[in-house]
């Protein structure tokens, strides 16, 4: 009888200590769930993040090829006022003499 008390205390230790195990998994596996949603959630903004700099360096794209275009034509206007003065100051030479 003794011995049977002590085995079924044995196996209601056993039981207490798996159970203690079965309940620190259970909160690890929680916190590492919530770990794993933190980390969805940061991937989710640094998505977020990447589009809007995406959108923000094609704006910047569009502002440097216009200027571009304003300076391109810019030049275009200097060298027609360039050859007007020319045939200006041609002309006014011609008129002098």
Same mark, same amino acid.
């Given at each position: 009888m003794e011995e049977m008390t002590a085995t079924v205390r044995q196996n209601s230790d056993s039981t207490k200590e798996a159970d203690t195990l079965a309940h620190n998994a259970s909160q690890q596996m929680q916190s590492s769930?919530? $770990? =794993?949603s933190r980390s969805v959630e940061? @991937?989710? $903004? =640094?998505?977020?993040?990447?589009?809007? @700099?995406?959108?923000?360096?094609?704006?910047?794209?569009t502002i440097a090829f216009k200027t571009n275009i304003l300076a391109l034509n810019a030049s275009v206007e200097r060298r027609v006022l360039v050859i007007k003065a020319v045939d200006l100051q041609w002309s006014l030479q011609k008129f002098v003499r």
């Open positions: 769930g919530e $770990e =794993v940061l @991937m989710r $903004e =640094v998505t977020a993040a990447s589009l809007s @700099m995406d959108k923000i360096v094609e704006a910047i794209d």
